[in-house]
Every structure is written in structure tokens, then in C-alpha cells.
């Protein structure tokens, strides 16, 4: 088990253009407050530290959009952000910002003292700008094909459909997106951080030192940078949103956000030192601290490569020990997309199912990315809470302490002579903490989930076998042993589940009456305590820790889902370009008239046909129209359509057909009749 020390944890700053998603929570946040948690109930010194992340080009890029200033965009999703974690149950020590004055002076010092050390290599480069806009273009102002994979949708920083990252110049046919003008090249002036000079520190610190005990996919991603080769990489940009860079001549210049943002977590942890009266530095730079970075693998290079060169060229700082990125997390088959409003949001989830934080904490958890790309749906997630927290974390506790207030008036009876089941239940029990603490330690907290629920489970199977509610009749002295032993595991449940279920935790804790104890039992103390709940203890009643997902609630997400999609379809629907112009002498040899379908059949051996008999005003006769997939014959008789009586006759397969329905097609590929469907408007009508 985790022996005591100080770790600085760190949880990859959230980007304030938008609210927390979860895949944010499944990826990042959840594991690291377990971890965070863990550590704290095992007695170590922690420092959980995190913080929005404000600055860079898409945020400028959705204040233009939505009409109102950077500060602006910023205010709202920091304030949306930091509640939607608090509400949640994330334990951070602080949660800061660096847009705050503390971080814009620590990032300021952290460029100078490498600018002065002469770490930077200072270049004249050639950098894509709007003639239009009559401005350099930040990576994110630029769109175009990317050179790796052909996606015609990249970024001038990375292409998010092969993950590649790239400079602008890179692009084939950019674009700006602030004007959509083709940018030319102009020369301008900045500094790079040469990262092919500290090659031989990443093997060695990496490479070699980390191949054992670091997760494969980092470890596997941060080999391929290395071995492909390292190059400078720019710490400054031409920008007018971020932290001005402090040197002489780098007017209308701001650091550039990747550069700003991980030295967040520095200025965050100074924040927090200042606010409890602590020194900030022994959690950065004593070699004893353990830091430990929980990231999305979007930010492995970042966090593995750029940071830990950043650090080591400035001198002082201690390096992570480990950084678990996760994979990522789909949404109903389709990759999350905060763009494109496909994603479970976090604010959202609160408000639609109150007071079940831990729902989504486990589901997220059992369900987590953490060795591979995993899928979240709505079933899966009702699945979770119905068949496990429901069925058998709930289920326990609850016949527990029903059956304690039924019998012994909610006061933990004294137990009599152990059998060897008792026996064998307790040691059991007492092998759960180490277990749990080894899945955390090793970064498996999925595994870890499951272990806790195998405490529930144990609870169940004991109860189950031994029958207490049935021995009650025969053998009171044996149902107090049985009893006792039942609200062990507990009273073990309501600490193990901590870092897990911290509301459901202490909901538990309330009904097992812990604060009347002098102090709460801790992680270790399970083990090694012989009573956790002693005899004469009182409990209060009970109160259901989980309560069963109704399909209704599961459909209403669906529902929910599927209306974005449909959204997003049309928003992307392609126009028909307009056509070559008509003269009205072409429109008048057009004869549109109300028609009324008399008749309708399917088409022999043809999918998409259906055989028309339409009352046109003139005559009665046949058209072949292509709407068999939306329509069935049946539906349609009676129905008054618009027809196009005067288009030449055409046969299609064996049958003339004598004119043409006109319709329209909606942005979801339903077809519609251009219907007159009014009183009054009769067979023969002229439209003009």
C-alpha cells in the first residue's frame, strides 16, 4: 500500500470555449480525483491543482462569432467550469485561471529567466498573413488540406482527423477563417524553444527510465516524436489575446499558449500555497514530491515532451513521475464533438438527473478509456446504475441496516463466537484495501471499480448464505454474530467507496452515524482495525443510496441525441446550386396543376417506384413516381398533389408515365409533397 509522501497532481487545464463534457470527466477528471483522493485517505500530503485555461486563438475566434469581447467568453466558461466541478464532486485543492495576475507574472518570469538564460533560439520565418484582415494568423485562423492525410479540414496546428501536428506553412490550399482570404507569407520575428537539444534527455529520462512503468500508448507516442526526429518549436505568436511576451521588440506579440498553459498548474499551485499559508515550491521542486499529470493522449506530446524540456531548461523544477493519459471516449458510436454539440454535458447531466453525480462517476469509471477508445451509451449507462449500484451496492446496504433498525433498533448488536465463515468473511474484507490501493497505484481504475463493488458483493453473498431474516426464529445469538459482521463490511463500504462515490459515501456515513466517532476510520485503518463498528453502536435509519433509471429518462436522452443529429445534418446539408437562368417565356410553357391521387401501387420487382392513377382536372392518368421507400400506396390515395402535366410522356420499365408529382426534399431526407392541400382547391387548379 502507498507509503506517505507529498504529490503534486495535476488535471489537464479545461479550454474555456466551451462547458465539461464527458469525455473530459471519463479522460481526465474523475481519474485524477480518484488518485487525489486515494492519496489523501492514505495519509499523504496532496496538492490536486488545476485551473481554466484562457488564452489562444479560439478564443478571440468565438468572441468574433458570437459578437462580444474575448473576456467575455472566457468569464462564462470559467464560471460554468468551476461550478459544474464543484457540483460534481471534484476535489481540487485549487482550481485557478490564467487569465489571472498571478499566472500572467509566473509564466512572464518563467519565459524571462529561459530568454535570459539564452535557452531560446531567436528567428525571422516566414508566417502566413491575412492581407485582408491585415494580420499575422494564429495556427487556429488558419484552415486547409492537411499534407498527411488529405483531410480538407485541418488546422494550421493540428489535424484532428489523423492527429497530426503541424505548422500553418504546412497547409495545402489555407485559408483564413477570418476573412476566407488565401493568406500570403510575410516575415516576422520569434523566439523557439530548439527541442532537438534535448533529445538525449528525453531517451534517457523516458525512453529508458520510464519503459517499465509508463503507460503504453504514452510511452509509445512520445518514442515515435523522439525517433522521428525534434525541432524548435515556437514559444511566441502574433496574437493580441494572451500574456504579452516581456522582452524588448516583441511588441504585439503574446506567448503562445502552449507554452502558458502547463506552467498554469505552477501558478495555481502558488495561488493555493498563498491562500493556506504554505510554501509553494517543495511541491515543485523537492526531489521527495511525486508529480503526476492526468491528461487526454490529445496532450501526451505537451506533457511528456514540450513541458518536461521546458522545465528541464529552466533548471529548478522536479519532472513528472507519470503521466496516464487516457484514450478517448465516444458518444453513441460518434466521436464527441463540442462543435457540433455531440456531447453529454456536464452542467446539463446536473440539472436533468439531480443529486446522482455518482452515477455518472461510476458508469465513467467502469467504462473508462484507459488502454483503448471506449463508447458511452445512455443503456450502458442505466445498465451500470440498475444491475450494480442499484442491485448490489444498494441492495446490500440497505438490507443491512433495514434488518438492524428491525431487529435491534438500529444499534450494532454484540457478536457471539465467530464460525469459520465469519472468519473467512472478515479476512476477506480485511484483503479489500490493499487490493484497491494497487489497482489505483497502477493507474487501473477501472479495475479498481470493480474491486470496490466486489466489497458489496462479498456483502450479499454472506447474507444470502447465512439467512439471517430466516434465523432470526431459531437462533437470535447467531443473527447478532451474522448481523455484526454484515455491518463491518459496511462500515468498510462507506470508506472504500470515497474516491469513488464521494456522495454516496457520505450519505453512508450519515446513516452508519460515523460522526460519533472521535475521528473517521481511514483507508489503512481497515485492514488493521479489528472493529469498525463496534457492538452498541447506533445507526440511523435507512435511506436508498441509489434509486432505479427508467427507461422514460434513458429516452428522453436519446431523444435528446438524436435531435442534435438531425440539427447537424441539416446545418451541413448541401444546397443545390441555382440552376442557369430561366426566361419567364421558359416558365410559361410550364403547366403546373392540382392533381388528386386516385389510385396507387407498387411497382413489380422495382424498390423505389410506385404506379400513380392521378385526377389531373383534365384527365385521369398514369405516373410513375420514385417515393416508394417514404410511401406506401395506401397513405397516399386521396391525397392532392401538384403535378407537371405538360412534361413529355417517358416509359419506365414497361409503363408510360404521363407527367411528374413535384416534391421537396427536408434536411433529413424526408420527402414531402408540395401539397395545396386546402378546401376549395380542386382537380384541374392552374398554379402560376
Known amino acids: 500500500m502507498s507509503t506517505t509522501g507529498r504529490y503534486t497532481i495535476t488535471a489537464a487545464l ?6 465539461i463534457h464527458i469525455g473530459h470527466l ?8 480518484i488518485y487525489s483522493r486515494f492519496l489523501r485517505m492514505t495519509g499523504n500530503d496532496v496538492a490536486f491543482i488545476c485551473g481554466s485555461d484562457e488564452h489562444g486563438a479560439a478564443i478571440p475566434m468565438r468572441a468574433k462569432k458570437e459578437g462580444v469581447s474575448p473576456q467575455v467568453i472566457i468569464d462564462k466558461y470559467h464560471t460554468i467550469i468551476k461550478k459544474s466541478f464543484n457540483d460534481f464532486g471534484i476535489s481540487f485543492d485549487n482550481y485557478s485561471r490564467t487569465s489571472a495576475p498571478i ?69 495545402i490550399n489555407p485559408k483564413s477563417t477570418i476573412s476566407g482570404a488565401e493568406p500570403i507569407q510575410k516575415q516576422t520575428k520569434h523566439w523557439f524553444l530548439p527541442l532537438d537539444q534535448y533529445e538525449g534527455f528525453l531517451r534517457e529520462w523516458v525512453l529508458d527510465g520510464h519503459k517499465k512503468d509508463w503507460k503504453t500508448n504514452v510511452y509509445g507516442q512520445i518514442k515515435s516524436w523522439v525517433d522521428d526526429g525534434l525541432r524548435p518549436r515556437a514559444v511566441t505568436r502574433d496574437l493580441d489575446w494572451g500574456i504579452p511576451v516581456p522582452v524588448a521588440g516583441a511588441e504585439g506579440k503574446v506567448l503562445y499558449v502552449w507554452f502558458d498553459a502547463p506552467i498554469g498548474y505552477i501558478s495555481s499551485t502558488k495561488e493555493w500555497a498563498a491562500r493556506e499559508g504554505k510554501d509553494w515550491e517543495p511541491y515543485w521542486k523537492d526531489k521527495n514530491t511525486k508529480l503526476v499529470h492526468f491528461i ?40 464527441l464533438s463540442t462543435s457540433k454539440n455531440w456531447a453529454v454535458w456536464l452542467h446539463e447531466y446536473l440539472e436533468e438527473f439531480p443529486d446522482q453525480q455518482d452515477v455518472l462517476r461510476y458508469a465513467l469509471t467502469a467504462n473508462a478509456p484507459e488502454t483503448k477508445d471506449n463508447d458511452f451509451t445512455w443503456k450502458d449507462f442505466q445498465a451500470r446504475n440498475n444491475n450494480e449500484l442499484v442491485a448490489i451496492f444498494g441492495n446490500f446496504i440497505n438490507r443491512v441496516v433495514v434488518l438492524t433498525n428491525k431487529y435491534y433498533d438500529g444499534v450494532v448488536p454484540l457478536p457471539g463466537v465467530f464460525s469459520e465463515v465469519d472468519e473467512q468473511t472478515l479476512a476477506e474484507l480485511k484483503a479489500y484495501p490493499a487490493v484497491i490501493s494497487s489497482s489505483i497505484e497502477r493507474y487501473r481504475f477501472r479495475e479498481a471499480s470493480q474491486e470496490l463493488l466486489n466489497v458489496a458483493r462479498l456483502g450479499n453473498k454472506y447474507l444470502a448464505d447465512e439467512e439471517p431474516w430466516k434465523l432470526i426464529k431459531t437462533d437470535e445469538e447467531r443473527t447478532k454474530t451474522i448481523m455484526y459482521v454484515a455491518l463491518q463490511i459496511a462500515s468498510a463500504l462507506a470508506t472504500l467507496s470515497e474516491p469513488f462515490l464521494p456522495f454516496t459515501s457520505k450519505k453512508l456515513k450519515s446513516i452508519l452515524n460515523f460522526s460519533k466517532f472521535d475521528q473517521e476510520s481511514t483507508w489503512n485503518e481497515i485492514a488493521t482495525k479489528e472493529v469498525l463498528l463496534p457492538a452498541g453502536h447506533q445507526i440511523e435509519k435507512g435511506q436508498l443510496l441509489f434509486s432505479k433509471i427508467e427507461d422514460i429518462e434513458i429516452q428522453r436522452q436519446l431523444d435528446k441525441l438524436e435531435a442534435t443529429k438531425k440539427a447537424n445534418e441539416a446545418e451541413n446539408k448541401v444546397i443545390e446550386p441555382q440552376k442557369d437562368t430561366a426566361t419567364f417565356d421558359d416558365f410559361t410553357k410550364l403547366d403546373i396543376r392540382v392533381g388528386t391521387i386516385i389510385e396507387a401501387e407498387k411497382m413489380p420487382k422495382a424498390k423505389k417506384l410506385l404506379v400513380l392513377k392521378v385526377d389531373t382536372g383534365i384527365n385521369t392518368r398514369t405516373i410513375v413516381s420514385g417515393i416508394a421507400e417514404h410511401f406506401s400506396p395506401e397513405e397516399i390515395v ?46 384541374g387548379t392552374v398554379i402560376s
Open 14 to 19: 479545461p479550454y474555456t470555449n466551451g462547458p
Open 26 to 33: 471519463a479522460g481526465v477528471y474523475i481519474p485524477a480525483d
Open 103 to 171: 499566472h500572467h507574472e509566473t509564466a512572464s518570469e518563467f519565459f524571462k529567466k529561459l530568454y535570459d538564460d539564452g535557452k531560446f533560439i531567436e528567428e525571422t520565418s516566414e508566417q502566413l498573413y491575412d492581407p485582408e484582415a491585415e494580420q499575422f494568423l494564429a495556427d487556429r485562423f488558419v484552415v486547409g488540406t492537411c499534407p498527411k492525410c488529405g483531410h480538407e479540414e485541418a488546422y494550421g496546428d493540428q489535424c484532428e482527423k489523423c492527429g497530426s501536428s503541424l505548422n500553418a506553412t504546412d497547409l
Open 296 to 335: 487526454g493522449k490529445d496532450n501526451i506530446v505537451f506533457h511528456c515532451i514540450i513541458f518536461p524540456s521546458m522545465l528541464k531548461a529552466e533548471g529548478s523544477y522536479i519532472l513528472p513521475e507519470n503521466v496516464p493519459a487516457n484514450e478517448f471516449l465516444n458518444l453513441e458510436g460518434n466521436k
Open 638 to 683: 386521396g391525397k392532392k398533389v401538384t403535378v407537371l402535366v405538360n412534361l413529355a410522356p417517358r416509359a419506365l420499365r414497361g409503363v408510360e408515365s404521363e407527367g411528374m408529382i413535384l416534391m421537396t426534399e427536408t434536411p433529413d431526407g424526408k420527402l414531402v409533397f408540395l401539397n395545396p392541400d386546402e378546401d376549395g382547391v380542386n382537380p
